[in-house]
């Protein structure tokens, strides 16, 4: 399993990493982890804890030379300055470093897990045993339609981002890639724009996201005098679609419903957004909370009747699914992962297609009237948003995930390529130091 980002305790690209490796290992795989040292501190603690699954290993690797430029982007607080640069180099290296170590070893699948990205996934896949991608995002695009009040520079960002997709397809790393991959998982429909027309077949689409614990929360009634209280938790970007999330608010105080937001989060735009909410006279009705710790930010969940992600672009939306598990129904768009997580039982998907940015926010803020004026159907809404977190559980995620993989790779078999065999890990190849490929014992 290849998870350049993999760490216990974490969300994102190392969450993803770190649980789909235990749970994988939980189904009864046997599975070793090449990852990087970000987080080899932790996850030798959780090794020495005894915790984890007798089949799970973990081969920590990373060059001291691309530790050093990884280390440099962090010292700078600028780490997408080195961070995505270092992954592709070290794709390099980790091709070198599996074939001198395990040329023996017998593995029956290569899954590259993150980064859970479409640009230059994994090297790995030269290795000539099966591979799986994914799941894989970031192929999605901001219609341009929702793009009009974006300012230059960041008009001009995703324009270079598009066209960097448009460019995978000749990309001679993804290609590869995706051609010698026997099933790519993708987190969006929209992703498969960015793979070749041949290796389409191979597609399969699955959020791939998932939640350590499974939450018991059930919707908290709202008071008779107190307005409907609105959450948005993340990054302060125009692709965040936040500025849409505004006008939105203004739109449904304007007919009547009593809302309000809090802003949960920083970046870039904060002074942009501050001044479009005085512009629009919603400073009475809007909180900006800047950045909170996960735990305060769990907490405010409760304190919370809906969670309002009108994001442009997410491949995932890991809010989605910490707001489902506090019961709260979710407003978004049509649009990336949670456009495809979220439907008409536990929250509302507004349609975004041939619709300019005054009429998204409009419909937007129509779902915020609705919401408003009937709790009753809310907290129905909560309670089926409960009951859709009970089904990303990470063992559900895992276990749907090799299912599909066995069933694919059995498929093949029949015309005799391809069988799963009985997982059979024994590791080949010279100077494997026990530090570095440990089991729940902590042993080689």
Not at 46 to 54: H, K, M, N, R
Not at 59 to 73: E, K, N, S, T, V
Not at 144 to 160: D, G, H, I, Q, T
Not at 274 to 279: A, Y
């Amino acid at each position: 399993m290849s998870a350049f980002s993999c760490g216990p305790g974490q969300g994102s690209e190392p969450g993803v990493g770190w649980n789909m490796a235990v749970e994988v290992a939980r189904l009864g795989h046997e599975v070793v982890v090449l990852t990087q040292t970000e987080f080899a501190v932790e996850i030798r603690q959780q090794i020495a804890s005894g915790a984890l699954p007798p089949g799970l290993r973990f081969d920590i690797y990373m060059p001291p030379w691309l530790a050093r430029l990884r280390d440099f982007g962090f010292r700078c607080r600028q780490p997408a300055l080195t961070w995505h640069l270092t992954s592709l180099l070290w794709q390099f290296c980790a091709l070198r470093h599996v074939k001198r170590r395990y040329h023996n070893a017998g593995f029956n699948l290569i899954h590259h897990v993150t980064f859970a990205s479409i640009r230059h996934p994994t090297l790995l896949a030269f290795l000539n045993v099966p591979t799986v991608l994914g799941p894989l995002g970031g192929g999605d695009i901001i219609p341009l339609a929702l793009r009009r009040s974006f300012p230059w520079k960041y008009w001009l960002v995703e324009l270079v981002r598009d066209v960097h997709n448009w460019s995978l397809r000749a990309d001679p790393m993804t290609r590869a890639a995706f051609r010698r991959a026997r099933i790519i998982f993708l987190r969006t429909d929209a992703t498969i724009a960015a793979v070749p027309p041949r290796d389409r077949g191979k597609a399969c689409i699955c959020v791939g996201l998932g939640v350590a614990d499974v939450a018991t929360a059930e919707p908290v009634p709202r008071r008779a005098d107190e307005p409907l209280r609105l959450l948005y938790a993340g990054g302060l970007l125009y692709l965040k679609g936040i500025h849409l999330g505004l006008r939105a608010l203004a739109h449904a105080r304007a007919r009547g419903a009593d809302a309000a937001l809090t802003i949960v989060g920083d970046g870039p735009v904060r002074a942009d957004l501050e001044r479009l909410t005085f512009q629009l006279g919603l400073s009475p009705y809007v909180t900006f909370r800047g950045h909170v710790t996960r735990d305060r930010l769990l907490l405010m969940y409760r304190e919370h009747h809906v969670m309002l992600f009108p994001s442009l672009r997410d491949a995932g939306g890991m809010v989605v699914l910490e707001a489902w598990g506090q019961a709260l129904p979710v407003i978004c768009f049509g649009l990336g992962g949670p456009g495809q997580m979220v439907d008409e039982t536990c929250g509302r998907v507004v349609a975004v297609t041939n619709r300019s940015e005054a009429e998204c926010a409009i419909a937007l803020g129509n779902e915020i009237v609705a919401l408003a004026a009937d709790d009753p159907m809310r907290l129905a809404l909560g309670s089926a948003a409960l009951a859709r977190h009970r089904d990303f559980s990470w063992r559900q995620i895992a276990s749907r995930l090799y299912g599909e993989i066995e069933t694919r790779l059995q498929r093949r078999a029949t015309d005799g390529t391809d069988a799963l065999r009985r997982p059979d890990l024994q590791q080949g190849g010279r100077n494997r130091p026990a530090a570095d490929v440990a089991g729940p014992g902590g042993r080689a």
